[in-house]
């Protein structure tokens, strides 16, 4: 299996300059490539691809050895392929008709990432090994930078990046050939429901319960954002007040992660087969608010409804409950969402009027109740079950 490892950097000063300064350099070249390509196809209807700017880096690093020239040749190449990679995706949501989203120039803050490619080549994973309590990674140009290892890290590293996030800076490894670590069978099988009042609900009545991270933080969020809205452009204060809301904002982000990985990690070691709505999240948080020609209805709740579903994060722990799946040996099915929190677990009458609240379900025709979340997720287990029994049949 491929797994990545995200580790904390603890660089000093001037390795946390030169850090910055290969950032800015890579976001100067991405966008020149950019410009690049706008220029080749506007002036002389010529399109410019990875493989003739990637022949032009050679160039590049010659005629600026200081600033380019700094820096690992694969780590360019990379930046370059990211750019290549974002108008491939332009051209697929052209031809798809979807909006296209033409790749724009990246401004300072908006470029924080930067990947090298190959192992050996630039970078190097614990450089100093003989070293008895640290860990360090080697980056051309920076040096030894201290890692904050809190875990250990399995397979073989494939590719090394770093990224920024506000004040911090951490070190990312993909890395391959990573050994599953296999639970014991537990014989169980659950249906889990995804809502607000409760992150999952599953088939047999287990609740487990929605921190609401956002809410929590939302009166010092909304603060700290005013205090934003009060300062000048360009300022020293607004920079601060800039890094105060990005910073209450990832440890939003890092606790709703933190929630997620602890959710999931409860439902792999309980259960053998877990079966899930295949729920289109993006589509279930698209805005109300219509057009001048068809204004939308009710756009204030379904507002605070795509906020609430957001804050639940449920494409953030569908996501980290597939990997601990793959790597429990766990099976993982994902089922149609319709009609599963309509539809009666006892009789199979499917009728709106059979949800009376967001809590309480009653069927019309047999009069069944139950929570109505445990009533989906019984649904959703027996649609995931006969979903396997016809692939195995098949």
Same mark, same amino acid.
């Given at each position: 299996?491929?797994?990545?490892?995200?580790?904390?950097?603890?660089?000093?000063?001037?390795?946390?300059?030169?850090?910055?300064?290969?950032?800015?350099?890579?976001?100067?070249?991405?966008?020149?490539?950019?410009?690049?390509?706008?220029?080749?196809?506007?002036?002389?209807?010529?399109?410019?691809?990875?493989?003739?700017?990637?022949?032009?880096?050679?160039?590049?690093?010659?005629?600026?050895?200081?600033?380019?020239?700094?820096?690992?040749?694969?780590?360019?190449?990379?930046?370059?392929?990211?750019?290549?990679?974002?108008?491939?995706?332009?051209?697929?949501?052209?031809?798809?008709?979807?909006?296209?989203?033409?790749?724009?120039?990246?401004?300072?803050?908006?470029?924080?990432?930067?990947?090298?490619?190959?192992?050996?080549?630039?970078?190097?994973?614990?450089?100093?090994?003989?070293?008895?309590?640290?860990?360090?990674?080697?980056?051309?140009?920076?040096?030894?930078?201290?890692?904050?290892?809190?875990?250990?890290?399995?397979?073989?590293?494939?590719?090394?990046?770093?990224?920024?996030?506000?004040?911090?800076?951490?070190?990312?490894?993909?890395?391959?050939?990573?050994?599953?670590?296999?639970?014991?069978?537990?014989?169980?099988?659950?249906?889990?429901?995804?809502?607000?009042?409760?992150?999952?609900?599953?088939?047999?009545?287990?609740?487990?319960?929605?921190?609401?991270?956002?809410?929590?933080?939302?009166?010092?969020?909304?603060?700290?954002?005013?205090?934003?809205?009060? #300062?000048?452009? $360009?300022?020293?204060?607004?920079?601060?007040?800039? &890094?105060? !809301?990005?910073? =209450? *904002? /990832?440890?939003?982000?890092?606790?709703?992660?933190?929630?997620?990985?602890?959710?999931?990690?409860?439902?792999?070691?309980?259960?053998?087969?877990?079966?899930?709505?295949?729920?289109?999240?993006?589509?279930?948080?698209?805005?109300?608010?219509?057009?001048?020609?068809?204004?939308?209805?009710?756009?204030?709740?379904?507002?605070?409804?795509?906020?609430?579903?957001?804050?639940?994060?449920?494409?953030?722990?569908?996501?980290?409950?597939?990997?601990?799946?793959?790597?429990?040996?766990?099976?993982?099915?994902?089922?149609?969402?319709?009609?599963?929190?309509?539809?009666?677990?006892?009789?199979?009458?499917?009728?709106?009027?059979?949800?009376?609240?967001?809590?309480?379900?009653?069927? #019309?025709?047999? $009069?069944?109740?139950?929570?109505?979340?445990?009533? &989906?997720? !019984?649904?959703? =287990? *027996? /649609?995931?079950?006969?979903?396997?029994?016809?692939?195995?049949?098949?």
């Amino acid at each position: 299996m491929r797994r990545s490892y995200k580790f904390l950097l603890r660089p000093t000063a001037r390795q946390a300059a030169a850090l910055a300064a290969c950032l800015e350099d890579h976001r100067q070249l991405y966008n020149a490539a950019l410009e690049h390509r706008r220029a080749a196809y506007r002036k002389a209807g010529v399109t410019v691809r990875y493989g003739d700017q990637s022949a032009e880096l050679k160039h590049i690093r010659a005629d600026d050895a200081d600033g380019q020239g700094r820096w690992s040749f694969s780590s360019q190449q990379a930046t370059l392929r990211r750019l290549d990679k974002a108008f491939k995706a332009f051209f697929a949501r052209v031809k798809t008709g979807r909006k296209p989203g033409f790749p724009r120039f990246k401004g300072r803050g908006w470029f924080d990432t930067v990947e090298r490619p190959k192992v050996g080549d630039g970078c190097r994973w614990d450089s100093q090994p003989e070293h008895p309590s640290a860990t360090f990674v080697r980056l051309q140009g920076i040096g030894h930078v201290r890692v904050h290892q809190h875990r250990p890290v399995k397979g073989r590293v494939k590719t090394i990046g770093v990224k920024r996030e506000g004040n911090c800076w951490y070190v990312v490894l993909s890395c391959d050939d990573v050994p599953a670590e296999m639970l014991p069978a537990t014989g169980a099988v659950a249906g889990i429901d995804l809502g607000i009042a409760s992150l999952v609900t599953t088939s047999d009545g287990e609740h487990l319960a929605n921190p609401r991270r956002l809410e929590a933080s939302a009166d010092r969020l909304a603060a700290a954002q005013r205090d934003l809205a009060r #300062t000048k452009r $360009g300022s020293r204060r607004r920079r601060k007040a800039v &890094a105060r !809301v990005a910073a =209450l *904002r /990832a440890k939003v982000r890092r606790q709703r992660l933190d929630g997620a990985h602890k959710a999931a990690l409860t439902l792999v070691r309980g259960y053998d087969v877990i079966v899930h709505e295949d729920l289109r999240i993006v589509n279930m948080t698209r805005s109300a608010s219509g057009t001048l020609q068809a204004p939308g209805r009710m756009v204030a709740q379904k507002s605070g409804l795509n906020r609430s579903i957001l804050d639940a994060g449920w494409g953030v722990f569908l996501t980290v409950l597939a990997h601990k799946a793959e790597s429990a040996g766990r099976e993982l099915i994902a089922v149609d969402p319709r009609n599963t929190s309509r539809t009666c677990a006892r009789c199979g009458h499917c009728a709106k009027e059979n949800r009376v609240t967001q809590a309480e379900f009653v069927c #019309t025709a047999c $009069g069944h109740t139950a929570h109505a979340d445990v009533n &989906a997720a !019984v649904i959703i =287990l *027996r /649609a995931g079950l006969a979903l396997r029994d016809a692939a195995e049949a098949a």
